[in-house]
């Protein structure tokens, strides 16, 4: 059988089980732009928007123009234009999977080696909403105070050339002030990343870039934008060759670049918009006057989970997290961070049953059909996931030493080698010095604990800091799995 290619054109050809559009993609008209059009986005924030295109066609006007800011990023445009923006979502429960061709996106742009054509898709009038996944590295931030770092190279450099940003905050500032040049109304910008107060915090980098170039357009942005706070939550892994041989294999649909997700999918939105908005609540989105509960939530129970096993299982040389929790020893080492230490620093959350959610997470973790791997956690997540709740637990005189495993783990990573010998490549805009502070301290941490950029005034904090010391002494010493039986037998978990 001749797989076929995936456009416009062929799509009267797919047939079930894989589902078509219930629209015409073709008359989708953008009303939202997004930066940082990576597979989460695809699996989330198009996807809602494509359901409810299915469900009104008066949503058709919200598709979405997608934008890559980094120069990898020119795979997007090669991979979806001849597809004329259309993809393939495979979204699997470990039991069954269903095959959907989605057509939310308007069209698809390569900014990465400049962003001109971007700021004048912006500049449409139509364009209401500009979101963002570029990962909190994406934000140029100081990681100890979570503001906009003035001294980032991106942020110098769009100072320098403000009319030709390469930021994702630059793009904003400049289109905010293009819009105010113009007379036209402000959009939306909404962020969709794994941070705490996600848009207060892009608010206060936009603001603080837009202060630096001019006081009266940040003026213009504060009474004229918005930035609503917003909570996202699905598994996304990186799209495998084996994954697109999958899909055409076994549906006979050529896509070269689909996405494959979990089942369950979660989208906590403020509502603050400043020029309208999708209805998503009705294809499943919650819109709630104040998103700090969930947000938190999902932040100490998912993401700081899901980077502690990930760091702990990497040393095993595990490669997938499924694989990780297969073994009863970490699945009670996460099941007792969430109820021991970082599950008290909660705040009530309406309508959620914490314990029910402690244990959806347990399965989604150890979900064999998603095949996360424990390198794009360690890779993608701020080590801001662990410092947080540690920092919270020790303000209430809360536990830590379950979090400081976890830190100890992350640490032991940054020497290069797992306990099997594997070379373990170190991915972090600090790479270098993370590297060098951990040849030099070994199994003491304090080198690296130091780094006040990045664990603030932990190293400071005596008790702490000695159950961080004990923990990565074990792991040099006898490695992640003595170590996980070592604090099984203390009574730590189990």
């Known amino acids: 059988m001749t797989a076929i290619e995936l456009n416009r054109a062929n799509l009267p050809r797919i047939a079930a089980p894989v589902q078509r559009p219930g629209y015409d993609p073709a008359g989708v008209r953008a009303g939202i732009v997004h930066l940082g059009l990576g597979a989460f986005h695809r699996a989330h924030m198009a996807r809602y928007t494509h359901a409810l295109m299915e469900r009104d066609p008066g949503a058709m006007g919200w598709g979405i123009v997608g934008a890559g800011l980094m120069p990898g990023d020119r795979r997007v445009r090669e991979s979806l234009a001849p597809q004329d923006g259309l993809y393939?979502?495979?979204?699997?429960?470990?039991?069954?999977e269903s095959v959907s061709v989605i057509g939310s996106l308007a069209d698809v742009v390569f900014a990465g080696e400049g962003t001109e054509g971007l700021l004048a898709r912006i500049d449409d009038p139509a364009i209401r909403i500009v979101s963002l996944t570029v990962s909190e590295n994406g934000y140029c931030l100081n990681p100890a105070t979570r503001e906009l770092d003035p001294e980032h190279p991106m942020i110098r450099a769009d100072l320098a050339a403000p009319l030709r940003p390469g930021s994702a905050i630059g793009v904003i500032v400049e289109a905010y002030r293009r819009r105010m040049a113009a007379g036209r109304g402000a959009f939306t910008a909404m962020t969709c990343d794994n941070i705490q107060n996600n848009g207060d915090v892009l608010r206060g980098a936009v603001l603080s870039l837009a202060?630096?170039?001019?006081?009266?357009?940040?003026d213009w942005i504060e009474a004229n934008g918005?930035?609503?706070?917003?909570?996202?939550?699905?598994?996304?892994?990186?799209?495998?060759?084996?994954?697109?041989?999958?899909?055409?294999?076994?549906?006979?649909l050529r896509d070269r670049w689909p996405v494959f997700a979990e089942s369950f999918t979660q989208w906590v939105i403020e509502d603050r918009f400043a020029a309208g908005r999708p209805e998503w609540e009705a294809v499943g989105a919650q819109f709630v006057p104040d998103v700090a509960p969930y947000e938190v939530m999902k932040l100490r129970l998912l993401n700081g989970s899901h980077l502690a096993i990930a760091a702990l299982g990497r040393l095993r040389g595990h490669r997938f997290v499924h694989q990780v929790m297969a073994d009863p020893r970490m699945r009670a080492y996460m099941a007792a961070l969430m109820d021991r230490e970082t599950g008290p620093t909660l705040a009530p959350v309406q309508g959620v049953d914490l314990p029910a959610y402690k244990r959806t997470l347990i399965a989604r973790f150890a979900n064999p059909a998603i095949e996360d791997t424990v390198e794009r956690i360690n890779t993608d997540a701020p080590i801001n996931l662990l410092v947080m709740p540690i920092e919270a637990s020790l303000a209430i005189g809360g536990e830590v030493e379950l979090l400081a495993l976890a830190l100890a783990a992350w640490m032991r990573r940054l020497r290069g080698r797992d306990d099997v010998g594997d070379a373990i490549e170190i991915r972090h805009p600090l790479a270098a010095l993370l590297?060098?502070?951990?040849?030099?301290?070994?199994?003491?941490?304090?080198?690296?604990?130091?780094?006040?950029?990045?664990f603030g005034e932990l190293a400071g904090q005596?008790?702490?800091?000695?159950?961080?010391r004990r923990w990565l002494a074990s792991l040099y010493e006898v490695g992640a799995a003595a170590t996980l039986d070592r604090a099984a037998r203390e009574g730590r978990f189990g």
């Not at 918005?226 to 549906?251: K, N, Q, S």
């Not at 590297?435 to 950029?453: F, H, N, W, Y």
């Open 211 to 218: 202060r630096m170039r001019d006081v009266r357009l940040a």
């Open 462 to 468: 005596a008790r702490f800091a000695e159950a961080l």
């Open 435 to 454: 590297r060098e502070k951990a040849e030099e301290g070994g199994a003491d941490p304090m080198p690296l604990l130091s780094i006040g950029s990045l």
């Open 226 to 252: 918005a930035f609503p706070d917003t909570m996202v939550d699905r598994i996304t892994p990186v799209t495998r060759p084996d994954g697109i041989a999958h899909l055409e294999a076994t549906y006979g």
């Open 88 to 96: 393939t979502l495979v979204e699997r429960d470990g039991v069954e």
